[in-house]
């Protein structure tokens, strides 16, 4: 088995900044991307920024220059640095990893259980 646990959700006001981390955990034999997702009430959940096991990164437009994706492959944990956090940023966010459970199988997708990102106007 597999897990994502998050942490580094909360309140936070307008302009501030919070720090999500999310470690894997489990029978893993090789992780490929690692992301952040989210979702905001009444909405679709959408991509956040992702980083892959090679340092290529990508972001939402929305959070660029505001949001820092990393990882530690040691730790097999994906972080998210939230900076100038803005109201329109509240939503449950959601770790993901596509993670190979063994060498010679298919690699599949694992979702962490979310944490909440409320920002303050």
């Known amino acids: 088995q597999v897990q994502l646990v998050e942490s580094g959700g909360g309140l936070v006001q307008a302009g501030g900044s919070l720090r999500l981390s999310c470690a894997a955990s489990?029978?893993?034999?090789?992780?490929?991307?690692m992301g952040w997702y989210r979702q905001a009430p009444g909405k679709q959940r959408e991509l956040v920024a992702v980083?892959?096991?090679?340092?290529?990164?990508n972001y939402a437009d929305s959070v660029k220059g505001r949001f820092t994706i990393s990882r530690d492959n040691a730790k097999n944990t994906v972080y998210l640095e939230m900076n100038s956090l803005k109201p329109e940023d509240t939503a449950v966010y959601y770790c993901?990893?596509?993670?190979?459970?063994?060498?010679?199988?298919?690699?599949?997708?694992?979702w962490g259980q979310g944490t909440q990102v409320t920002v303050s106007s």
């Open positions: 980083i892959t096991s090679g340092g290529s990164i």
């Open positions: 993901n990893a596509r993670i190979k459970i063994r060498k010679w199988g298919p690699s599949s997708d694992y």
């Open positions: 489990g029978s893993i034999f090789s992780i490929n991307a």
